[in-house]
T-cell receptor, first 111, second 112 residues
Framework: DAGITQSPRYKITETGRQVTLMCHQT?????MFWYRQDLGHGLRLIYY???????DKGEVPDGYVVSRSKTENFPLTLESATRSQTSVYFC??????????FGSGTRLTVV | DAKTTQPPSMDCAEGRAANLPCNHS???????VYWYRQIHSQGPQYIIH???NNETNEMASLIITEDRKSSTLILPHATLRDTAVYYC?????????????FGAGTILRVKS
C-alpha cells in the first residue's frame, strides 16, 4: 500500500533500553521528519533528513539517533530510553509538493 | 519565535461555517500561510496554503488580508468530524530543511 507507515503502533519499554521506531514511505520523497508530541508542548521536531545519508537536528534531538541509508526508511533510535521520552512520535515526509504527509504515530511509554 | 497567533479554542455549530483566524503580523514577502489540522490521536493533515490570493479547495477556503498580516481559514459547513486542533503556520515555500514548525493551534469543537 502506498503511503507512510510507522511501526510499532504502541510500545512499552523500560528505562535504559534501546528502542527503535520505524518509518517507511513508498513515494521516494526526499525529506523525512520525526516529531514528538507531548501535552503542553505540542509537536516538536526531533530530526529531519533531506535525502539518504543527510540528516540534521531539529528542536529536541538530545537522546535520539537517526539514520537514512535508504530513501524510503527513516528509523529513530532512543539509545537509552528515559521516562521523559514517553510521548507520541510522528514521522512525516515531503516530496515535490507543498504538503507534508504524516504517519499515524507511535505511542511510546517508558517505564 | 512565535510567528503566528491563534485563539486557543473555538466552538462552532454543526452545519455552520467555522471561521478560524490567524495573525501573522511579521510575515515576510516570501512566506506562505499553511493550515494543517490534527484530529485526536492522528497525525496532522494538510488543509490548504496560500501566498496572497484567496484560495479554495475541497476542504476549505483561505482568506488572506491585503496586507498579509492575518488570515482566516473557513470550513463552509462544519461537521462533527471537523473537531480538531487547527494549526496556522507561516514559512517560505522552499527553504533549507523544509522544517514545519507547529505552534499551539486552535482547538475547534463542532457541536450538534
Amino acid at each position: 500500500d502506498a503511503g507512510i507507515t510507522q511501526s510499532p503502533r504502541y510500545k512499552i519499554t523500560e528505562t535504559g533500553r534501546q528502542v527503535t521506531l520505524m518509518c517507511h514511505q513508498t513515494w521516494s520523497h526526499s525529506y523525512m521528519f520525526w516529531y514528538r508530541q507531548d501535552l503542553g508542548h505540542g509537536l516538536r521536531l526531533i530530526y529531519y533528513s533531506a535525502a539518504a545519508d543527510i540528516t540534521d537536528k531539529g528542536e529536541v534531538p538530545d537522546g535520539y539517533v537517526v539514520s537514512r541509508s535508504k530513501t524510503e526508511n527513516f528509523p529513530l533510535t532512543l539509545e537509552s530510553a528515559t521516562r521523559s521520552q514517553t510521548s507520541v512520535y510522528f514521522c512525516a515526509s515531503l516530496g515535490q509538493g507543498v504538503s507534508y504527509t504524516f504517519g499515524s504515530g507511535t505511542r511510546l511509554t517508558v517505564v | 519565535d512565535a510567528k503566528t497567533t491563534q485563539p486557543p479554542s473555538m466552538d462552532c455549530a454543526e452545519g455552520r461555517a467555522a471561521n478560524l483566524p490567524c495573525n501573522h503580523s511579521t510575515i515576510s514577502g516570501n512566506e506562505y500561510v499553511y493550515w494543517y489540522r490534527q484530529i485526536h490521536s492522528q497525525g496532522p493533515q494538510y488543509i490548504i496554503h496560500g501566498l496572497k490570493n484567496n484560495e479554495t479547495n475541497e476542504m476549505a477556503s483561505l482568506i488572506i488580508t491585503e496586507d498579509r498580516k492575518s488570515s482566516t481559514l473557513i470550513l463552509p459547513h462544519a461537521t462533527l468530524r471537523d473537531t480538531a486542533v487547527y494549526y496556522c503556520i507561516v514559512r517560505p515555500f522552499m527553504e533549507y530543511g523544509n522544517k514545519l514548525v507547529f505552534g499551539a493551534g486552535t482547538i475547534l469543537r463542532v457541536k450538534s
